[in-house]
């Protein structure tokens, strides 16, 4: 049975920086799809960050590249979202989700769902 489980999410002031983890169990980490999504308020589903850690696939959404960055202990079968320079728009429900087909692309039904984390940035 595969379970994600997503923690980290908080209240902070724009320019400030999160991390988010995501524990994950129940299959091959390293050869697995592992990414974060996010959703806010009357807005649609976003992909913002993926890995592969076995193939070193990492993909980010244009929206946070160069602030948040994606990386993985293979150790502790956790994935980690450093998002640094946030701003309000960065406000969201964050979710990280699993697919057993080790590719990165946001065309890619994700299989998996842990429950979300609230990212509340303030102006």
């Known amino acids: 049975d595969v379970q994600l489980q997503a923690f980290g999410g908080g209240l902070v002031q724009a320019g400030g920086s999160l991390r988010l983890s995501c524990a994950v169990s129940?299959?091959?980490?390293?050869?697995?799809?592992i990414a974060w999504f996010r959703q806010a308020p009357g807005k649609e589903r976003e992909g913002v960050a993926c890995?592969?850690?076995?193939?070193?696939?990492?993909v980010y959404s244009d929206s946070v590249k160069g602030r948040f960055t994606i990386a993985s202990d293979n150790a502790k079968n956790t994935v980690y979202l450093q998002m640094n320079s946030l701003k309000s728009e960065d406000t969201a429900v964050y979710y990280c989700?699993?697919?057993?087909?080790?590719?990165?692309?946001?065309?890619?039904?994700?299989?998996?769902w842990g429950q979300g984390t609230q990212v509340t940035v303030s102006s």
């Open positions: 989700a699993a697919d057993r087909v080790p590719l990165c692309s946001w065309h890619v039904k994700f299989d998996h």
């Open positions: 129940g299959l091959t980490f390293g050869n697995s799809a």
């Open positions: 890995i592969v850690s076995d193939n070193n696939d990492i």
